[in-house]
Nanobody, 134 residues
Framework: QVRLVESGGGSVQSGGSLTLSCVAS????????LGWVRHVETKTREGVAG???????AYEDSVKGRFTVSRDNAKSTLYLQMNSLKPEDTAPYYC????????????????????????????WGQGTQVTVSS
């Protein structure tokens, strides 16, 4: 059984920082394209950041320079370091995983954002809430 379990969310003031973690089980973690997705209220789910098996990273434009994605294959854990948080970053954040021979770029992460919750494309966690107050 595949499980992705997120943690690290919370409430912070604008300008604050949080680090999210996602522990995976049931998959060969090092072989997967991994990403973070969020669902901002009144908007569709959007990819935030991704990291391929080759270590390459990709970011959504609004988080570039503020968020850093990383992975520890030995611990089967994906991280998202979030700095300079803004109220518009408020959302539940989800971890997603896909085994693909293609590129692990924002197009792939966005596809995961839209399709993984339906269960027909990759795997999806239960989410952790991030709330940023002004």
């Amino acid at each position: 059984q595949v499980r992705l379990v997120e943690s690290g969310g919370g409430s912070v003031q604008s300008g604050g920082s949080l680090t999210l973690s996602c522990v995976a089980s049931g998959i060969p973690f090092s072989e997967y394209c991994l990403g973070w997705v969020r669902h901002v209220e009144t908007k569709t789910r959007e990819g935030v950041a991704g990291m391929g098996r080759d270590g390459r990273t990709a970011y959504e434009d609004s988080v570039k320079g503020r968020f850093t994605v990383s992975r520890d294959n030995a611990k089967s854990t994906l991280y998202l370091q979030m700095n300079s948080l803004k109220p518009e970053d408020t959302a539940p954040y989800y971890c997603a995983a896909l085994k693909t021979s293609g590129r692990c770029d924002m197009s792939t992460i966005q596809a995961l954002a839209l399709r993984a919750p339906r269960g027909d494309f990759g795997y999806w966690g239960q989410g952790t809430q991030v709330t940023v107050s002004s």
